[in-house]
């Protein structure tokens, strides 16, 4: 398993932000969980729908070549 200076390498910069954010606060560790577990969601989507854009330009640039 990675340890937690190899995640924070990973993580978006808002990601480890909100996490350190969640920490001066003292949050649960259950409540971390959960907040990374749905900003990590957000962000996979967000990466996904980027890829899907970045592909369907790619295409049109393509067929306007023709």
């Given at each position: 398993m990675k340890n937690e200076n190899q995640l924070s390498r990973i993580q978006h910069p808002v990601i480890r932000k909100c996490m350190k954010h969640l920490d001066v606060i003292?949050?649960?560790d259950?409540?971390?969980?959960i907040v990374y577990m749905y900003m990590k969601l957000m962000d996979d989507e967000i990466l996904r729908?980027?890829?899907?854009?970045?592909?369907?330009?790619?295409?049109?640039k393509t067929a306007d070549n023709w």
């Open positions: 003292g949050a649960h259950k409540t971390k969980q729908l980027k890829k899907q854009n970045a592909q369907l330009h790619q295409d049109k």
